[in-house]
């Protein structure tokens, strides 16, 4: 049992966290909720004795009646791994790429359990079962590399589980993962806890994803916990203002007036994409169809590797088709040099990742005025910045600074002012939200709804996460291994789903039950 | 890591001030003989003493300065002239049969040891400070470009790349408005240790009697002139030896110390 009392942190003069006091029982699984910033990810830190340097601790973290904020590094060090285990956001990184899987679960059995080779590799053998890779598929000599990201994620799921922690820390564990995989990995953790009776904290910023989960949830804001309680009853009462916030914008849809049957202005005939590798080719698009009306939103969901991300780019113009044929506006896409910029002009796009979408050396205005490169810059093009800047929320100085005195979600705003500022007829939104937390990705998805209405704009909105796409298409196209196979309206698609792929999709939604709201 | 940054810069920023200051003041006429004078050691009038012409070593070593500079910067020049926008070529058209000619060559040059093709273009062009900045030149090409090369791959991959493909902007525009201005720190380091790569070739040149030619000073041919009187007046031949290694060690300190302060994957994270 670990116990947190009125835990405060002071990081250069400013608090990051404020009285924080939690219990995390064994078998019980905790979810800690909030923004980025909120202090969540600092929470876990400072369990783990792992704060940044400078920050200076006060109250306690219990643990059999010793305070770890005022043990030694040496005997921290005991503690991480063998009481206490974590894991990260990112399963890329979180492995050491050059390290067989078996023998990165064995290390922490080595180093702490003072086991020899052969019987930690034994015993990291049984926790990759445990964790959902058995044995014949995925003996221990594998590299990370050989393993998708859920996959992973499961590794370093192993390496925190080898010694049996009384604790596991998962700080947003899911949110690089597609919503299947998340499901997936959701579930293990439950049943971790559940049957090894481990205490689990769940960081997320999505109340849908511990709604199913999680026996306590603590909302926290601005390095305070504002709201705690048992999760149903957290969820029924609402006694705080920014819980209420919280849970209105987990799956919002923003308002918006469809039209009915829109002239097509984007057509996608019979398209094949296939990529020549080491191991053979690979279809990427195998024979893909769609269209996209005027003024209209289609969703295209699907898992990673999926081939969505392929579409994009074939539709955009910059990786050719071997077969079939993209047209916009009746002229035909092509890739490279033959396509007019016209017609490349029609198009743009916003990107998931909000921090590698701007060069860090332009200022703002230059950024944003890029697109006029197709069209030639106007006389009067620090005026259409300004114009821009205040059409997606911010102000007309902002063009002067650089891009990284700017938010996530700021800069997903300014992406789109990019998109918007040579007035295209489709944008392309690959995962333009799924980076965001959720009050702002709310935010982000009203602006883009305006933007529709105000300038009769095409979106073509790509997702993993079928709640995401829902709010905002008036047709969703569900996509497995190159191919469509499910296409109608998303009611439709997410209320009475008919191919496995959908259904799976649609399973693994994070919802906070109907009885709750 | 501060303290490599000062050290190396004034170091370098000495051998700097003196290659500049050659050009309009010495404190003698570096060419002027005085055989009664000669082998005097360091004195008040000499600050460096004298050769065994009885020349001003001090002078002479302010005027190899200069030399030393000179070639190496031309050959820096000339490396990252050509070898950056290789670099960039090939990184734009990464995987494709440009690349393979580009980097080929590269292994071409890099395979053949750079001190004899010196000679080879010395002996037909003839020994001269020119035609060693040409040699020392021509063996940063590929160096710049694969540092170019290995620093721009990383760039394209990343979205505002994407975004400017969309906004219709082809490899060139790219490579030049996005990709050079951020791998320009590293190519800056790298320029450094060319540099101080090149004072040592040039002096390695000189020594062997490839580079400029008298009356010419150069800190190689001083070493070489230097060590059959080694035991006679050994600071005739240390003099020059610290210029090349003091220059040397300055600029590679300053080329450490600039690589902590520029390299972004040093830098504090985002």
Partial sequence: MIRLEGLSAVLGGQPVLDQVSLDLAPGSITGLVGESGSGKSMTALAIMGLLPPGTRATGRVMLDRRNLLDLPEPEMCRIRGRRIGMIFQEPMTALNPLMPIGDQVAEALRLHGGLDRTAALALARERLDRVGLPAPRFPLTLYPHELSGGQRQRVAIAMAIALRPGLLIADEPT?????????????????LAREDGMALLLITHDLAVVAGMADRVAVMQGGRIVESGPAEAVFRQRRHPYTRQLIAASGYRPARNPRPVPPPLLEVREAVRDYRLPQGGLRALDRVSLTVGRGESVGLVGESGCGKSTLARVILGLDPLQAGQIRLDGQ????????????????????????????????????????FHLTGRPPDWRDRVGAALEEVGLQPTDARRFIHEFSGGQRQRLAIARALIIRPALIVLDEAVSALDVRVRAQVLDLLARLQADHGLSYLFISHDLSVVRGMADRVLVMQAGRIVEEGPPEQVIGAPRHPQTQALVAAMPVIPAEWV | MRMALTLGGALAGLALAAAVLSAVWTPYDAGQMAIADKLRPPSAAHWFGTDHFGRDILSMAMLGAQTSMAVALVAVVIGMGLGVPLGLLAAARRGTWVDEIVMRGNDLVFAFPSLVIAILITAVRGPSALNAMIAIGIFNIPVFARVTRGAALPVWVLDYIRAARVSGKGAGLISLQHVLPNIAGLLIVQATIQFSLGIL???????????????????????????????????????????????????????????????????VPR
Avoid at chain 1, 183 to 191: E, G, H, Q
Avoid at chain 2, 218 to 240: C, D, K, N
Wanted: aromatic share 4%.
């Fill in chain 1, 175 to 191: 949110t690089a993962l597609d919503v299947t995989t998340q499901a997936r990995i959701l579930d293990l953790l439950k049943t």
């Fill in chain 1, 332 to 371: 035909d896409v092509t890739a490279g040099r033959r396509m007019p910029r016209s017609l490349r002009a029609r198009m743009q796009v916003v990107f998931q990742d909000p921090f590698g979408s701007f060069d860090p050396r332009w200022r703002v205005e230059r950024l944003l005025a890029e697109p």
């Fill in chain 2, 201 to 267: 070739a040039e002096a390695g040149l000189s020594y062997v009697g490839l580079g400029a030619q008298p009356p010419t000073p150069s800190w190689g041919r001083m070493l070489a002139e230097a060590q059959t009187m080694v035991t006679l007046a050994p600071h005739v031949a240390v003099i020059p030896g610290l210029c090349i290694l003091l220059t040397v060690l300055g600029l590679n300190l300053l080329g450490d110390g600039l690589r902590d302060a520029l390299d972004p994957r040093l830098r």
